[in-house]
């Protein structure tokens, strides 16, 4: 094993000295990655962490930086000073927040008997059994408060005894709790439902929890979807984002202000959905973010207070690129991280008055100094139903249009999250291209970005014109004289995993060859073991035993890939994690079983300790060498 790891990071070396050589899983893999942990109180600094994948420790190293606005010379730090900007101190100086697991409930077997304390068993009598990659044991997230200087011991537990969580399970973090403007108050998100009403619901709501009085009120109670993302105007307005249908996860995002007791919705009349936002300094109007156009791009919309007059959104940028957070607003200047498909995250400025970037850091500079970069394009295909649908097209370095490329259909995940200029360290176009594919990545069916519409016309119609969007991209790409119609795949992970799935069933020896990871292949299954039953509820239309139900019938019938699966007659590689909860075990290992009954060629890449994501350096490596080695055996 040694022997292997030693040669892995010659390999990694090899490739940073040499000039332009092609992208490889390795040199993904040497890439450092940034995330900000937040800005001193001068706002002079922005602080920041590198997370450095340790190939043979199988983990992460960390170091931590503080850079000034301008960009120079950024500056390493302690991890402990690190820590004392993502603290969350009240107005006052006198308390921090923080949150921590607190147990609640008997779930455990060595709980519930004392005297058996190396039983490993759970007890379970209703849902909310297990979430993402974890079984519910009868701890929950509770926020703190302290002294400041105080250890947590000393905290006070502002949800005491009750069976819920803040922040939320199972991405919710430390934006899930807040001061109020002069430190009365601790505003934080929780869905205050237990069991099968958990599991089916998104209503999670926004709660005023008062330090002098102990009282807690619901200040959201009147909406029935997700109320996320508190944040406070430096003038005392509480801004949050809404979405109103309950159990619909991808619901347009609107932006609310709670002003002087009456709620505003700022983006109702916009036909779009936020993902972040932070107020501006003044508090007239807010910056956001949000998909439009296959990219992830700024936004403001002004606040008109009293005036009552219609909000106006307006788009600050546009671009070949994603803004993925917005950091802070300075002299006239947005300081946020972006991304493109060949670069990871990285500080830019941008200045609002001549509408342009500066990049601040460039942790990664010397790595795509040295590799080629694929060309991405831009391109717009006629569906099926006659709408106009964009399509990246991601070219392999050093592109030569006289050539034939084999092409790798791109079959996006979510099913409703935007197919924009992310950079994914396994789904990664770069290094697709890098290895001589040309990638289609069309913006099919049910992605943000286009309209309201067009992001809802997915649910309750899985297998139906999202299904025609993809056939659509690839007929259209196909007749480009560069790429060779003979060998095109269809990849992709969860509901792309689904995707490939239902497509190997009537595709009518389009694809020479399939990769599916962590797919949906039997929507009853799917239905009886996932957690988060409102996804399903709402996507499949409701219950399988609902057979008066036309659209929950057609899910499990017509649009259920295991339906169709005799028509299977092509090569198809299936990966699985086994702590993936979201879409379970028995998803990829039934389609696996069906395939090698079939006398399909078939290959499983079962990954015992991943979720629905691969997140372990060598099990990542792993992923990326047998995808790759499946491509060039089948394709």
């Known amino acids: 094993m040694k022997k292997i790891l030693i040669f892995l990071s010659l390999m990694i070396s090899g490739n940073l000295v040499m000039s332009q050589e092609k992208m490889t899983p390795e040199t993904l893999w040497s890439l450092k990655r940034l995330s900000v942990i937040g800005v001193d109180q001068a706002q002079n600094y922005i602080y920041y962490k590198l997370s450095i994948p340790n190939i043979e420790n199988d983990n992460f190293d960390s170091e931590y930086y503080k850079i000034p606005l301008d960009g120079k010379n950024p500056i390493r730090i302690s991890e402990n000073r690190a820590e004392l900007i993502g603290k969350k101190i009240s107005p006052d100086g006198k308390y921090e927040l923080f949150h921590q697991p607190v147990a609640i409930e008997k779930i455990k077997a060595k709980d519930k008997y004392e005297e058996l304390p190396k039983a490993n068993a759970y007890v379970y009598t209703d849902l909310d059994i297990r979430h993402w990659d974890t079984w519910s044991d009868g701890s929950f997230n509770h926020v703190f408060y302290k002294v400041k200087g105080y250890s947590d011991a000393n905290g006070i537990d502002i949800m005491a005894e009750e069976p819920y969580h803040s922040p939320q399970k199972p991405f919710g973090g430390a934006e899930d709790y807040i001061w109020g403007p002069e430190g009365k108050y601790i505003y934080y998100v929780s869905k205050k439902l237990k069991g099968k009403s958990?599991?089916?619901?998104?209503?999670?709501?926004?709660?005023?929890?008062?330090?002098?009085?102990?009282?807690?009120?619901?200040?959201?109670?009147?909406?029935?979807?997700?109320?996320?993302?508190?944040?406070?105007?430096?003038?005392?307005?509480?801004?949050?984002?809404?979405?109103?249908?309950?159990?619909?996860?991808?619901?347009?995002?609107?932006?609310?202000?709670?002003?002087?007791?009456?709620?505003?919705?700022?983006?109702?009349?916009?036909?779009?959905?936020?993902?972040?936002?932070?107020?501006?300094?003044?508090?007239?109007?807010?910056?956001?973010?949000?998909?439009?156009?296959?990219?992830?791009?700024?936004?403001?919309?002004?606040?008109?207070?009293?005036?009552?007059?219609?909000?106006?959104?307006?788009?600050?940028?546009s671009g070949i690129f994603d803004i993925k957070s917005i950091i802070l607003e300075k002299d006239n200047k947005l300081y946020v991280t972006r991304t493109d498909m060949n670069h990871a995250a990285e500080i830019?400025?941008?200045?609002?008055?001549?509408?342009?970037?500066?990049?601040?850091?460039?942790?990664?500079d010397e790595v795509y100094a040295q590799i080629a970069m694929p060309e991405i394009q831009k391109r717009y295909v006629t569906a099926s139903d006659g709408k106009k649908m964009l399509v990246w097209v991601i070219l392999p370095p050093n592109f030569d249009e006289n050539k034939k490329y084999p092409a790798l259909l791109y079959a996006q995940g979510g099913p409703q999250s935007p197919l924009s200029q992310f950079y994914s360290f396994r789904w990664n176009f770069q290094l697709m291209a890098s290895q001589g594919y040309v990638v289609i990545a069309p913006n099919r069916r049910g992605m943000p970005g286009h309209g309201v519409k067009w992001n809802e016309d997915i649910s309750k119609d899985w297998g139906g014109q999202v299904i025609n969007d993809y056939i659509s991209a690839t007929d259209a790409l196909a007749k480009e004289p560069y790429i060779d119609e003979e060998r095109i795949a269809a990849v992709g992970a969860s509901f792309g995993g689904y995707s490939v799935f239902y497509l190997a069933g009537m595709h009518e020896n389009k694809y020479k060859t399939f990769i599916a990871h962590d797919g949906v292949f039997d929507t009853r299954s799917m239905y009886g073991t996932t957690e988060e039953l409102f996804f399903v509820n709402h996507d499949f239309g409701g219950a399988y035993w609902e057979t008066e139900n036309k659209d929950a019938q057609r899910a499990y019938h017509d649009f259920n890939p295991i339906t169709h699966?005799?028509?299977?007659?092509?090569?198809?590689?299936?990966?699985?994690?086994g702590k993936d909860y979201r879409v379970p075990i028995e998803q990829g290992l039934s389609a696996y079983q069906a395939a090698q009954?079939?006398?399909?060629?078939?290959?499983?890449?079962?990954?015992?300790?991943?979720?629905?994501?691969?997140?372990?350096?060598?099990?990542?490596?792993?992923?990326?060498?047998?995808?790759?080695?499946?491509?060039?055996?089948?394709?």
């Open 198 to 317: 958990y599991a089916q619901s998104t209503n999670t709501a926004i709660y005023r929890y008062s330090i002098e009085t102990k009282e807690t009120v619901n200040i959201t109670q009147d909406n029935k979807g997700y109320d996320t993302q508190p944040q406070f105007s430096k003038n005392g307005d509480l801004a949050y984002l809404q979405m109103k249908k309950d159990g619909y996860e991808a619901d347009k995002n609107d932006l609310i202000i709670l002003s002087n007791g009456v709620k505003q919705n700022l983006t109702a009349q916009w036909d779009g959905t936020v993902a972040s936002y932070k107020w501006a300094n003044d508090g007239k109007r807010i910056y956001f973010t949000a998909p439009i156009g296959g990219t992830i791009q700024l936004f403001e919309v002004d606040f008109p207070g009293k005036k009552r007059k219609m909000p106006v959104v307006t788009q600050l940028t």
């Open 348 to 364: 830019f400025a941008f200045d609002l008055k001549k509408e342009s970037f500066e990049q601040l850091t460039h942790i990664n």
């Open 565 to 577: 699966v005799k028509n299977w007659n092509t090569p198809i590689f299936i990966i699985q994690g």
């Open 597 to 635: 009954l079939l006398g399909v060629k078939s290959k499983l890449l079962y990954l015992p300790e991943e979720n629905h994501w691969v997140l372990n350096p060598q099990n990542a490596l792993v992923w990326q060498h047998e995808f790759f080695n499946w491509l060039k055996e089948t394709l």
